[in-house]
Nanobody, 116 residues
């Protein structure tokens, strides 16, 4: 069955870094675009970053540009989100998302907490 399993979340101090991973299985990973979303308490889920199926095209939400980097390894069926210069407002549950036309898969999310 289809699985997207996020990992790498945790507690980090402001200014710190984390690298999230999302391991995919059960579908043809290298033809799907991948996205990271996040949802903070009391807020709507928002798009963080996206990457094309081959990895050549990436896009970021304005508040993440220059701090976050999305990448993927199609040989490992994994997408990553490198997060640097983290701020308390980055605290949220981070979800990965696979999409191809109308087909969408979601992971269960990983908690990121930025606090001193």
């Amino acid at each position: 069955q289809v699985q997207l399993v996020e990992s790498g979340g945790g507690l980090v101090q402001p200014g710190g870094s984390l690298r999230l991973s999302c391991a995919a299985s059960g579908f043809t990973f290298n033809i799907y675009g991948m996205r990271w979303y996040r949802q903070a308490p009391g807020k709507e889920r928002e798009l963080v970053a996206s990457i094309s199926s081959g990895g050549s095209t990436t896009n970021y939400a304005d508040s993440m540009k220059g701090r976050f980097t999305i990448s993927r390894d199609n040989a490992k069926n994994t997408v990553y989100l490198q997060m640097n210069s983290l701020k308390p407002e980055d605290t949220a549950v981070y979800y990965c998302n696979a999409h191809l036309y109308t087909v969408v898969y979601w992971g269960q999310g990983t908690q990121v907490t930025v606090s001193s």
